[in-house]
């Protein structure tokens, strides 16, 4: 399938043509919700961002002699909650997902358009709790808010960080219940369940995690709350509680809340590499299934955060071998990926940097995983940097390249503009490179010992947190770059055809960027997903003809 | 372009697919329903098990005379509901309306109920952190388990209220000619019922724990 | 600075968890070869432009399916049972081990040998011994961490947790609070002191309290008013302690547990929550009167009590 150039020297009108306040911020078509979203969850990153480089700047001295260490430990609370609920859990699905789903399916909108921008108003407001909780002083408790440290024992803007993640957690069920919906019921004629793309199988994965675990989620904050306004004891045993069964309430959800964080990932990836390689995707049906058994399997593995937490050793070993069940899925997938560029026409993009460098460093983060499901090792590496660096090469490595991949990718869509594809390669190498320096030190730092959340550490570590922060500093380098060159192309960038890549998928054949309601005509689907020839577009590169 | 009802919002192709829509909406919704009472649920278990005896003297002050014709009220109100999908579906509008008022009825007497346990349940100092008083071991382990007890059924007694405004609601508009379909009916009904389903697992787990 | 990349192995569990370590280092090596391997072939051998066939391959890929299923859950339960195995070990003391209690707070460690000998941030033990800590913390939730050891476990209020360990290496190793517990959680570091048979023999001499853990333990059991009720001459009905320890204790309600150091303690602290059958709620409690090392001199005392009281060891 060849693409076509469309350029016109007018823009032509589309859903970003009107531009009043009003129009952004009452607006239910889900392309606006999406930019909502991404402006967001840019500025929470910022900020988290910023907390992240002030630790590895203070990390430089082992008497961490430059921040206090009650402030170390704000920094490492802060950066963790906004990271965490306020730009990764966010990050694919409410940005991508909200602007590609409907797109993808061939629909005008999602199930719920009214929802979706409540989900958003809902986000920020639990961001505005957050980020007041720092202003009046700051939470030192760690994302995790063990007890009875949160209950009893740090101080009381614990209470309102707690009710602004509460608050956020509702706008993701939101959007989970939209994406399970709309997908269920918006798809156009001929799109049976096995013609969505891989992209679509993941965000419904990720949408039942969205709307069965945060839920829990909710009421164990809730729990917290209770317990530290009113002093009922739930988990501290002073006041007669159990502090192990908030670890169980919390982990129930948290551990469900990375396969959120990753999946779409693995969605975007599968998008990436089928185009760049002009290839069919090597075993559709199993990549669709592994989405959602690492969904289902991901509900059953919390006690693996909790080896060594006086949970009994005979739970800690089912935990143990349903964790290493939950790893085959991935590992189908990232086999999967592999083969697909098998006998294809591959070209490199920034997009598909990302996707290979995703593929590397998410197998990376899988296997550092195998480690800490291996209980007798886990005794060693738990609560050390080895977790640091095992799920920052997930969450960073993968999620936050996956993203960037997925951004690059739908750029022209969203925008109508190309960004600077000079740029992109670079910031994607620099990113790459900047990367791997600041977390693999980490790894072999924490089977040395040192444990995670310190302020300070003996001498003898040093060397890898030199080695840490100078990654640190290359790779703020390579996302400042894309903040800047995106921004720069959505005013500048060359006008974007409706197809730039000649991608197949829905959301190619209407204009970039595309209008209000997405389609002239609902489409009708007959062709199967990833409809791509190799040796056509060989055949095409060669002739020069496009 | 399809013929398009005109009550059909404009993302949706057919009125057909909204309505699928909404029921679909609505279960989903229920799903998260389901892990937000199964989140204390969880909690309310492993305490439990963890504060054996505690928990099974506090569950013998808990008013099986209450709770019981609670649970019989509500499964009534169940049945009632069913009634008036059912009327709804076959476009009895004065079937609709009655069942749709007995239902509300029978939920307004579970309140009534439930509000004079609760009274009761004050009197006899049986509220956490408000002069909660207790004869016996384990004082806070029982303050504990009141606390899962009227925070379950107090989010339940929530869930119903909101129930019997939305039913309220629906039985006036269909009173009054101005129901044109039988969707929020329907759809209120997946809630009804799943808000009794939620009782029926309380009412056991919460009142006749270790009652012989 | 010499330059590690694994701390010092000085336990005798060191070895096996670095084993699995290595062995899973291998695998991800072996895997990564696997990925990056082809990844890198395909990537440069396909690429746009290159003369290679590109034929649409006629493979029953779910062959390939099934092998990269069946092949990583196949390793995936091995290590699992593997570690698992070594877990097991890790945290199963020997009945031989010598007992050190553990009281973690906010800040720092207080350690109490059997001996009597008391210690703050220090461990000192002897080599090639079993050592098993019993362990509490006063406040939030520490972990006592010995990287050399491969030894790691949470120090919970409210509840006892042990870990153990044989050093093998005389030396000096960290001890690392491994669980986030406030503002000076990364100043909360101690050493455990490996030493000869000998030379620890004389340490305990040379830093000995003048009494025993159960000495103390006796002293306070008069201090505070054990012995009023629980004491041999006493006219109250209740339990005897002597022999108790280690034996089944049956319950009102019909219960039997088991008297160890949980039950002690929360008999100390929370003596409605199990009151021994024949028995009535009577005891008081004494949560707020005794610190954590305290309850565990009392424990250590009760211990060390023998079936027949003896003359002359009476209270």
Known sequence: MSSVQETSGLAAESYLTEHTVGSWLLTTDHKRIAILYLVSIVFFFAIAAVAAAMMRVSLLWPDGRLVLPETYNKLFTIHGVLMVWFFLIPSIPAVLGNFVIPMMIGARDVAFPKLNLLSWYLFMLGGAFVVYSVIVGGVDTGWTFYTPYSTTFANPNVITMVAGVFVAGFGSILTGLNFIVTIHKMRAPGMTWFRLPLFIWSLYSTSLILVLATPVLAITLLAISVERIWGLGIFDPNLGGDPVLFQHMFWFYSHPAVYIMILPGMGVVSELITCFSRKKIFGYYFIAFSSVAIAVVGFLVWGHHMFVSSQSMYAGMVFSILSFIVAVPSAIKVFNWTATLYKGSITFETPMLYALAFIGLFTIGGLTGLFLAAMAVDVQLHDTYFVIAHFHYIMVGGMVTGFMGGLHYWWPKISGRMYPELLGRIAAVVTFVGFNLTFFPLFVLGYLGQPRRYHSYPPEFHIFHVLSTAGASILGIGYLMPLIYLVWSARYGERAPANPWGATGLEWRTPSPPPRDNFEETPLVTDDPYDYSAIEAELIDQTGLR | ?212 | MPFHLIPPSASTNAGDVDAIFWALTGLSVFILTIVFGPLTYFAVKYRRGSKADRTPPRLATWKFEVTWTIIPFIIGMGIFAWAADVFFHIETPPSNALEVDVVGKQWMWKLQHAEGNREINELHVPIGQPIKLTMTSQDVIHDFFIPAFRVKQDVVPGRYTTEWFTATKVGRYYIFCAQFCGTSHSSMIGWVDVMHPVDYQRWLVTTGQGETMATAGQRLFNQVGCSGCHGVSSKIHAPRLEGLYGGPVPLEGGQVVTADDKYIRDSILLPASQIAAGYQNLMPSFAGRLSEDEVMQLIAYIKSLASEPSPGSNP
């Open chain 2, 1 to 212: 372009m399809p013929e398009v009802h005109p009550g059909t919002a404009h993302q949706f192709e057919t009125a057909e697919q909204q309505r699928d829509a909404d029921i679909i909406g609505m279960w989903t919704f229920l799903a998260t329903e389901v892990m937000f009472f199964g989140g204390l649920i969880m909690c309310y278990t492993f305490a439990r098990f963890t504060y054996p005896q505690a928990f099974q003297a506090a569950s013998h002050r808990l008013y099986v005379i209450y709770g019981g014709p609670n649970t019989a009220i509500l499964l009534c109100s169940s049945f009632t509901m069913a009634l008036a999908v059912r009327a709804a579906q076959m476009g009895q509008r004065k079937s609709l309306v009655t069942c749709l008022a007995l239902t509300v009825l029978f939920g307004l007497a579970f309140l009534t109920v439930k509000g004079f346990e609760y009274h009761t349940d004050f009197v006899e100092h049986l509220v956490p952190r408000w002069d909660f008083k207790w004869q016996g071991a384990e004082a806070r382990h029982a303050e504990l388990f009141f606390w899962l007890y009227f925070t379950l059924t107090g989010l339940h007694a929530v869930h119903v209220t909101i129930g019997i405004v939305v039913l309220a609601t629906l039985a006036i508009m269909a009173w009054r000619g101005r129901l044109s379909s039988d969707l929020p009916i329907e759809i209120s009904g997946l809630y009804w019922h799943f808000v009794d389903i939620v009782w029926v697992f309380l009412f056991p787990l919460l009142y006749l724990v270790g009652h012989r």
